[in-house]
């Protein structure tokens, strides 16, 4: 059973445009998220987290949004630009007695930005 | 710095092959992890080593193993190969298994198995 749910497979967006990817999970236990981006032929390239601590992290053009009652996470990347045409990955990851466990990836969206 | 370094890119194997794979982590980062990208089943956790012990495994058959050197480089063995072992695979470091660490991944070596 799939633990983190990316329910959008692809995205498009007009360059200049609000792009908002959404994430879901079921394990209420996860105390950390990861967004990660992964263009083709490369490995993926951590992009911004967020502890369960929190609500919102931002970094630059990108936002995570973390609404922990609804176990759902979003990314926003304002304003779009034509190279975060890539996949995103939305990971999560359980807190194993003061460690930090394994990363359990959704299974990605593809976001296409059109200029 | 450099990055996360995985050799080889590509290998192509036959059924019943076995093959190794290698990564060497960021300078200073102690802690590895390998993980299995298919169409199908999208990212997966194979196994994290740290101090050269296995400190974690994913749900993968014994015929996938690994090991980490004192220098923190590690491989990843695959015995006996199938054909539905033909994948992406990838290695990440961080420096420990801490609370809140981002791993950071490499580029990947890409497993055909005919």
């Known amino acids: 059973d799939q633990q983190v749910k990316q329910n959008s497979p692809s995205l498009s967006v007009q360059e200049g445009r609000i792009s908002i990817l959404n994430c879901d999970y079921t394990?209420?236990?996860?105390?950390?998220f990861l967004w990660y981006k992964k263009y083709p032929a490369e490995g993926p390239t951590f992009l911004i987290s967020?502890?369960?601590?929190?609500d919102k992290n931002e970094d630059g053009r990108f936002t995570v949004f973390l609404n922990k009652s609804a176990k759902h996470l979003s990314l926003h990347i304002v304003p779009s630009q034509p190279g975060d045409s890539a996949v995103y990955f939305c990971?999560?990851?359980?807190?194993?007695?003061?460690?930090?466990?394994?990363?359990?990836f959704g299974k990605g969206t593809k976001l296409s930005v059109k200029p | 710095k450099a990055g996360v370094t995985q050799t080889p890119r590509y290998l192509i194997k036959t059924r019943g092959q076995q093959v190794t794979l290698s990564c060497s982590p960021i300078?200073?980062?102690?802690?590895v992890s390998w993980y299995q990208q298919t169409p199908g089943q999208g990212l997966q956790f194979l196994f994290e080593?740290?101090?050269?012990?296995?400190?974690n495994k994913g749900n993968f058959p014994g015929r996938f193993s690994g090991r980490q050197f004192s220098n923190s480089r590690s491989e990843m063995n695959v015995s006996t190969l199938e054909l539905g072992d033909s994948a992406l695979y990838l290695c990440?470091?961080?420096?420990?298994?801490?609370?809140?660490?981002?791993?950071?991944f490499g580029a990947g070596t890409r497993l055909s198995v005919l």
């Open positions: 990440a470091s961080r420096i420990e298994p801490g609370l809140a660490t981002i791993q950071y």
């Open positions: 394990n209420s236990m996860f105390d950390y």
């Open positions: 967020i502890s369960s601590i929190k």
């Open positions: 990971a999560a990851s359980l807190n194993y007695g003061g460690s930090q466990g394994n990363l359990i």
């Open positions: 300078s200073g980062h102690r802690s």
């Open positions: 080593y740290f101090s050269e012990t296995q400190r």
